[in-house]
């Protein structure tokens, strides 16, 4: 199809006047004349000419036949093919893609539908093109679409006939999904030590603050006195609860697609158990529509990852306060801080306020995911290429957040003298106070009224409730005696929590305990 090619830049009297149109197929064909140009205009023009004159040999180089091209008469066109590809992003599989090879392929001889020298010649290759990958040899080809086309192309080049055996009882839709959960399941791993490393920074910390008593916040208003240990092991809870999660999807997504071919099965003798316990997998899925069109066990981890990507941002919000100046309760250390580019005494904790961000970025990444399931009919479908990117982009942010903020707990120290001299304001010790009345036998709504005018009291004597004596107290209630007064202060406070789980001294220590038993943390 011919076309004229217009520009506003060439559009020069002397070029309209001797040149004034070229077509597409007189610059492919070299035999076509082509009428010359003005010197002016010539050397403007040549990078043009040049250009297309490259693309149109591009165009016209044979291209080699795809793997599954058997029925098709004409190539896909460039911009289909780099449309379609998936190798830029999912090679990452290949170490996965390479073990289910092996193991489906040794299936294969074990079944007969293969001999043992091509098994042998298979699983040799496949060693050599996972060396050459590692070793930054291996020509990823976006023509071969994805890292299985990819690594069997490869592989027929090296072995010759014995590799068009081995997608023998095997589509790329079970291929894909096998290569997937093992990915996922190296990745859950990964987390989970990252996860009890960034536990184990946060139990350190909190070693080395015992005693510490900072103020206790409900929508962020003070609330009662609560020691720095049991805060920062509140965040360990929570942690725990992340590698909880992401070890039961590994043990749900821990079972194996391979077999299930394209969606039906196959009619071969191919023996599913074999692959499986090969992979580490604990057995075959049971249905074959649902083992090529899960993606359940993505969607479980995304989801466990943006939970773990909330609590971190929780954590960093919280330092990312407490390093203020209002609050003043931690100075980071430079080493995990960052200046400005225009005030020169700005020192900012901006690790933490992008593991905040990233959070964002990790629950967007599930939302995509929960987006393009929402409405595929069974089975496979080519929307579920999209799948990876987002995985991979979770997996590696969370690492990320994770590791810095460890890194983080590391490094910062709490302001002692800046705490204490917050502690007193807030009338932190009421709730204990009211606790003091229901142990004099005063229901406890009665026993909140009575605290609750002492502190109107407080605030118009612009006094804390310590400092009451204790005629103003009895003008209160009859109730109050000398004793009231061990109830009193952020200090005596903390002593009179006893319940399990509480900010008590002794309900701490048993938490510490447990914590530093369970990471086997040596606290010397």
Same mark, same amino acid.
């Given at each position: 199809?011919? +076309?004229?090619?217009?520009? $506003?830049?060439?559009?020069?009297?002397?070029?309209?006047?001797?040149?004034?149109?070229?077509?597409?197929?007189?610059?492919?064909?070299?035999?076509?004349?082509?009428?010359?140009?003005?010197?002016?205009?010539?050397?403007?023009?040549?990078?043009?000419?040049?250009?297309?004159?490259?693309?149109?040999?591009?165009?016209?180089?044979?291209?080699?036949?795809?793997?599954?091209?058997?029925?098709?008469?004409?190539?896909?066109?460039?911009?289909?093919?780099?449309?379609?590809? +998936?190798?830029?992003?999912?090679?990452?599989?290949?170490?996965?893609?390479?073990?289910?090879?092996?193991?489906?392929?040794?299936?294969?001889?074990?079944?007969?539908?293969?001999?043992?020298?091509?098994?042998?010649?298979?699983?040799?290759? !496949?060693?050599?093109?996972?060396?050459?990958?590692?070793?930054?040899?291996?020509?990823?080809?976006?023509?071969?679409?994805?890292?299985?086309?990819?690594?069997?192309?490869?592989?027929?080049?090296?072995?010759?006939?014995?590799?068009?055996?081995?997608?023998?009882?095997?589509?790329?839709?079970?291929?894909?999904?096998?290569?997937?959960?093992?990915?996922?399941?190296?990745?859950? @791993?990964?987390?989970?030590?990252?996860?009890?490393?960034?536990?184990?920074?946060?139990?350190?910390?909190?070693? =080395?603050?015992?005693?510490?008593?900072?103020?206790?916040?409900?929508?962020?208003?003070?609330?009662?006195?609560?020691?720095?240990?049991?805060?920062?092991?509140?965040?360990?809870?929570?942690?725990?609860?992340?590698?909880?999660?992401?070890?039961?999807?590994?043990?749900?997504?821990?079972?194996?697609?391979?077999?299930?071919?394209?969606?039906?099965?196959?009619?071969?003798?191919?023996?599913?158990?074999?692959?499986? @316990?090969?992979?580490?997998?604990?057995?075959?899925?049971?249905?074959?529509?649902?083992?090529? $069109?899960?993606?359940?066990?993505?969607?479980?981890?995304?989801?466990?990852?943006?939970? #773990?990507?909330?609590?971190?941002?929780?954590?960093?919000?919280?330092?990312?306060?407490?390093? $203020?100046?209002?609050?003043?309760?931690?100075?980071?250390?430079?080493?995990?801080?960052?200046?400005?580019?225009?005030?020169?005494? =700005?020192?900012?904790?901006?690790?933490?306020?992008?593991?905040?961000?990233?959070?964002?970025?990790?629950?967007?990444?599930?939302?995509?995911?929960?987006?393009?399931?929402?409405?595929?009919?069974?089975?496979?479908?080519?929307?579920?290429?999209?799948?990876?990117?987002?995985?991979?982009?979770?997996?590696?942010?969370?690492?990320?957040?994770?590791?810095?903020?460890?890194?983080?707990?590391?490094?910062?120290?709490? @302001?002692?003298?800046? #705490?204490?001299?917050?502690?007193?304001?807030?009338? !932190?010790?009421?709730?204990?106070?009211?606790?003091?009345?229901? =142990?004099?036998?005063?229901?406890?709504?009665?026993?909140?009224?009575?605290?609750?005018?002492?502190?109107?009291?407080?605030?118009?004597? @612009?006094?804390?409730?310590?400092?009451?004596?204790?005629?103003?107290?009895?003008?209160?209630?009859?109730?109050?005696?000398?004793?009231?007064?061990?109830?009193?202060?952020?200090?005596?406070?903390?002593?009179?929590?006893?319940?399990?789980?509480?900010?008590?001294?002794?309900?701490?220590?048993?938490? !510490?305990?447990?914590?530093?038993?369970?990471?086997?943390?040596?606290?010397?």
């Amino acid at each position: 199809m011919e +076309s004229l090619l217009f520009s $506003s830049s060439l559009q020069t009297p002397a070029f309209s006047s001797q040149f004034t149109f070229l077509s597409n197929k007189s610059l492919c064909n070299p035999t076509t004349p082509i009428l010359p140009l003005p010197h002016t205009e010539k050397s403007r023009f040549e990078p043009l000419l040049c250009a297309m004159s490259h693309s149109a040999e591009a165009d016209t180089k044979p291209k080699e036949t795809k793997l599954w091209g058997g029925r098709f008469e004409e190539s896909v066109t460039d911009i289909v093919e780099k449309f379609t590809e +998936s190798i830029s992003f999912d090679k990452q599989l290949y170490k996965h893609d390479i073990m289910g090879s092996k193991a489906h392929a040794s299936m294969l001889a074990q079944q007969g539908l293969i001999g043992l020298s091509e098994r042998d010649s298979i699983l040799k290759g !496949l060693d050599e093109i996972e060396r050459s990958i590692e070793a930054g040899e291996f020509v990823w080809r976006t023509d071969r679409e994805d890292v299985h086309m990819n690594i069997e192309a490869a592989l027929t080049d090296m072995v010759g006939e014995p590799a068009k055996k081995l997608h023998t009882a095997r589509s790329r839709n079970d291929q894909v999904s096998t290569d997937f959960r093992l990915w996922c399941r190296d990745a859950v @791993n990964k987390i989970v030590a990252s996860i009890r490393n960034l536990q184990v920074a946060l139990v350190k910390l909190a070693l =080395k603050n015992e005693g510490l008593i900072i103020p206790g916040y409900t929508h962020l208003q003070r609330a009662q006195p609560v020691l720095l240990q049991h805060l920062l092991l509140a965040f360990v809870e929570q942690l725990d609860r992340d590698a909880g999660r992401l070890l039961d999807c590994k043990a749900r997504l821990n079972f194996s697609p391979l077999g299930a071919c394209a969606l039906a099965g196959t009619g071969l003798p191919i023996d599913r158990f074999m692959t499986s @316990n090969a992979l580490g997998f604990t057995a075959p899925m049971r249905n074959s529509i649902d083992a090529v $069109s899960d993606r359940d066990f993505v969607l479980e981890f995304l989801s466990a990852n943006s939970i #773990i990507a909330v609590h971190l941002s929780r954590i960093g919000e919280e330092w990312v306060l407490w390093a $203020s100046e209002e609050f003043g309760f931690i100075t980071p250390s430079d080493s995990v801080s960052t200046g400005s580019s225009i005030m020169p005494q =700005k020192k900012n904790p901006d690790p933490m306020e992008l593991v905040r961000g990233k959070s964002a970025r990790v629950i967007g990444d599930l939302v995509t995911l929960l987006t393009l399931c929402k409405g595929l009919p069974l089975a496979y479908n080519r929307d579920l290429q999209e799948d990876k990117e987002p995985a991979f982009d979770s997996v590696k942010i969370v690492i990320g957040m994770l590791e810095v903020s460890a890194e983080f707990a590391q490094n910062i120290t709490f @302001n002692d003298e800046r #705490i204490q001299k917050a502690l007193p304001a807030g009338y !932190l010790d009421a709730t204990t106070l009211a606790d003091y009345l229901v =142990k004099k036998g005063i229901p406890f709504r009665t026993s909140h009224d009575i605290v609750g005018r002492s502190v109107a009291l407080c605030v118009s004597k @612009n006094c804390q409730l310590q400092d009451l004596s204790l005629e103003d107290m009895r003008s209160l209630s009859p109730v109050f005696d000398n004793d009231v007064y061990e109830f009193l202060g952020v200090e005596n406070a903390v002593k009179k929590f006893s319940s399990y789980g509480s900010t008590g001294l002794a309900c701490v220590a048993d938490q !510490l305990g447990y914590w530093v038993s369970k990471l086997e943390i040596n606290k010397s």
